[in-house]
């Protein structure tokens, strides 16, 4: 039968692959034969004085890379951007309008522009160094953190950071170097919500004024059931737009960073 022939043949090839496959083998064990020298480990890099296999650095490789979004958070300017847009956006009263989508292309977008300073110093100091094989892993390390170091210095509090460092139980620092990396990130990301929330209650203050107002209205007029909300919303988009406020608050945002 055809199907049966088809099949056979499959078989026969299957046979003649396993076949050659086995023959390094045979050879290797045949007696009198000169034995093939061992393949050797493959190490590609070092941790220390500790070589690490291929498979390892993968794996390190694809966990940094999850972590990619949480360094995104607490290493950027993302923080303070995202927090004062999504207040706008709960002061102006618009519900969901911008979208998270647009908020969140809108905050990656400023934060590219913001880091791209320290990222170009990073990369130009450490980065390129090391893969033109000048420089070894450890002091490309030292020389790409340094900008980001900077600039989170540079946002940081001073009553956050002794705080951060209290908690650590450290003392007074003698040096910004001296300081360690996870007292640094806390102490960044806490002034970066306090400086988040005080741009944020600056941008409420002119729209609660045009709430008030609106409701002082109504009430004279005794319109009761009348939502002073649904009334200010658009009077509210109005003066935003007038005043060109998306202009506004991003080089607000923009000039509230300090220059390392």
């Known amino acids: 039968m055809p199907g049966l022939r088809f099949s056979q043949r499959h078989c026969w090839q299957l046979f003649l692959l396993l076949a050659m496959l086995a023959l390094p083998l045979f050879a290797f064990a045949a007696p009198g034969t000169p ?30 890379i999850t972590l990619l979004p949480s360094m995104l958070l607490v290493l950027t300017a993302f923080t303070r951007i995202i927090i004062v847009l999504g207040l706008l956006r709960q002061a102006l009263g618009t519900g969901q309008t911008p979208s998270n989508q647009i908020l969140l292309g809108l905050a990656l977008f400023l934060t590219a522009m913001i880091m791209m300073p320290v990222w170009d110093k990073a990369w130009s100091t450490g980065m390129a160094p090391y893969l033109d094989g000048q420089i070894d892993f450890q002091t490309a390390w030292q020389l790409t953190t340094a900008p980001l170091r900077a600039f989170m210095l540079a946002q940081v509090r001073e009553t956050d950071l002794m705080t951060f460092a209290g908690l650590a139980g450290h003392g007074a620092y003698a040096s910004p170097d001296a300081v360690p990396f996870p007292v640094l990130v806390a102490s960044f990301v806490t002034s970066e919500l306090k400086t988040a929330f005080e741009i944020g209650f600056l941008i409420f203050i002119p729209f609660v004024i045009i709430d008030l ?3 002082s209205v109504l009430m004279s007029m005794g319109m009761m059931m009348l939502s002073p909300m649904l009334v200010s919303a658009p009077f509210k988009i109005l003066l935003f737009v007038l005043v060109d406020g998306w202009v506004l608050v991003v080089g607000t945002l923009a000039a509230s960073f300090n220059a390392v």
Do not use: E
């Open 35 to 64: 034995q093939m020298p061992a393949l050797p480990d493959v190490n590609v890099g070092k941790i220390g004085s500790q070589p690490v296999s291929l498979p390892l650095q993968t794996l390190l490789l694809m966990t940094a």
């Open 213 to 215: 107002v609106v409701s």
